[in-house]
């Protein structure tokens, strides 16, 4: 079955840095579309950045200059690399995939908590 499980997520304090993994299962990685959201306590749950299988990449305006998205498909894992961290980066963190045939699966998620 697929899974998509996340780690590296923590308390760190503003201004610091921390780097996300999601490693992959159960999917050919490298046909995949991968991406990483975050949900707030109280907000919707929204998109972070995206990666596609050519290493093209899409950053929220929030985190653009900040985060940097990056795959190993040899290894089946997704980072993401979260520099300048601000209170407002609080929120559990998602690793997304989207299949070749536009089947979407989502990680249990890792909580990224930033204290001023």
């Known amino acids: 079955q697929v899974q998509l499980v996340e780690s590296g997520g923590g308390l760190v304090q503003s201004g610091g840095s921390l780097r996300l993994s999601c490693a992959a299962s159960?999917?050919?990685?490298?046909?995949?579309?991968m991406g990483w959201y975050r949900q707030a306590p109280g907000k919707q749950r929204e998109l972070v950045t995206t990666?596609?299988?050519?290493?093209?990449?899409n950053y929220a305006g929030s985190v653009e200059g900040r985060f940097t998205i990056s795959r190993d498909d040899a290894k089946n894992l997704v980072y993401l690399r979260m520099n300048s961290l601000k209170p407002d980066d609080t929120a559990v963190y998602y690793c997304?995939?989207?299949?070749?045939?536009?089947?979407?699966?989502w990680g249990q998620g890792t909580q990224v908590t930033v204290s001023s």
């Open positions: 997304h995939a989207r299949t070749y045939y536009k089947f979407d699966y």
């Open positions: 990666i596609t299988t050519g290493g093209s990449t």
């Open positions: 159960g999917i050919i990685f490298s046909l995949c579309d």
